[in-house]
């Protein structure tokens, strides 16, 4: 592991500590007589071999504050607000990867007003805002989910349930949907759940471009984030503590529209969601279980193959590998929520595989705004 400017002047300072014993015990033993001469020399000789190391630990140090300070001039001398910003969170990611903290510099350029990357919470490192919108709020090709729902970055967030009322109102005063008010409330309130997403960072990668560093950090790190927020939202079994945020989930409780076949369960879901929701309706499912349609459909002909789902559904699809039931849904009534600003960074490294890693410790929830504005759509045997 690469040693730490901190601990190179650490071990100077305690070289330095004990050449200066050895020479004040040089100075008193020197002036008595009955000293023996080879134990005066064998001083003599730890004193020389004490100065070196130190001559030596000096010129690495004096090296290690050189470097930082060109680093610190790059950013002053870039005039490019992109690059330098680009150029602060690649040098970020080698400062955490070596264990050292971030300059001043870096954070302040990132964002960070105070220039400390901390909050007063015991020395815990706080990745700058703008570097958490980067990573967390920026769309993610491997989430369709992301296209659809909305995605947000408030502390302490609290959404009312149905974001407009209309005197005498029928939207609301539907049955289902004022029964669901009436169960869980007019609100929802956003909770906060612990997510580490670790990107593999090898001695190679760091040492490489700015832009390369950054890319191959941030398309990891949303990649990670990707199969997270697909896990939780199409989790048949959740986690303790994250029940609510499945489709699947029984607390949940979005209703079961059933079907002899993928295509009639599908088409039943959709005709079974109130008016208001069909507007933006979309259809999540497996793309093997949509073939499997097709196939149910045109009798092997082959005739609907090149046809694009939304032309046969009615509705655009979106295909995700953990829609083993089909969510049919206005995507739009649920949410995705992080805490942005308490987004924590660290290096971690698995010992087992002997891997360095660039870590993100984040806080998150997802929230399922109406059930009433869903249905899965179930395959019953038919008769």
């Not at 049919?328 to 805490?339: D, I, M």
Request: charged content about 25%; cysteine-free; glycine content about 6%.
């Amino acid at each position: 592991m690469p040693v730490t400017l901190y601990q190179m002047k650490d071990n100077l300072s305690q070289v330095g500590q004990e050449l200066q014993q050895v020479n004040d015990e040089i100075s008193m033993k020197a002036g008595n007589p009955s000293f023996p001469d080879k134990d005066l020399n064998d001083l003599s000789e730890k004193a020389d071999g004490l100065e070196k190391r130190y001559n030596l630990l000096k010129a690495q140090v004096d090296k290690k504050e050189k470097a930082e300070s060109s680093k610190n001039k790059e950013f002053k001398n870039s005039q490019d607000p992109k690059e330098k910003r680009t150029h602060a969170y690649a040098q970020l990611i080698r400062s955490v990867m070596h264990n050292e903290a971030p300059s001043k510099e870096i954070l302040q350029v990132l964002g960070d007003d105070n220039g400390s990357g901390e909050n007063g919470t015991g020395g815990q490192s706080f990745l700058p805002v703008t570097v958490s919108n980067q990573i967390i709020t920026e769309p993610l090709d491997d989430n369709p989910l992301r296209n659809d729902e909305t995605i947000s970055a408030i502390t302490n967030l609290i959404l009312p349930r149905v974001r407009f009322q209309i005197d005498d109102d029928s939207f609301v005063n539907d049955q289902e949907i004022a029964k669901e008010l009436k169960s869980k409330g007019d609100s929802v309130t956003f909770g906060r759940y612990k997510t580490k997403i670790k990107a593999a960072i090898t001695e190679a990668i760091l040492l490489g471009t700015d832009t390369g560093l950054v890319s191959y950090t941030n398309a990891a790190l949303q990649a990670g984030l990707a199969v997270k927020e697909k896990r939780v939202a199409f989790a048949k079994e959740p986690k303790a503590g994250e029940e609510h945020m499945s489709f699947y989930s029984e607390k949940t409780g979005i209703k079961s529209v059933n079907g002899t076949t993928i295509f009639d369960a599908i088409t039943n879901a959709v005709a079974d969601i109130a008016d208001g929701f069909q507007n933006g309706l979309k259809i999540y499912m497996t793309r093997p279980n949509y073939l499997q349609m097709i196939k149910e459909l045109v009798n092997n002909s082959g005739d609907l193959f090149g046809k694009k789902p939304e032309e046969i559904l009615g509705y655009p699809v979106r295909f995700s590998e953990l829609a083993t039931t089909p969510v049919v849904g206005n995507f739009s009534f649920a949410q995705l929520n992080y805490e942005i600003s308490q987004t924590l960074y660290e290096q971690w490294k698995d010992y087992d595989k002997g891997i360095n890693y660039f870590q993100l410790t984040a806080w998150f929830d997802h929230q399922i705004l109406l059930s009433s504005a869903f249905r899965l759509a179930n395959v019953t045997a038919g008769k």
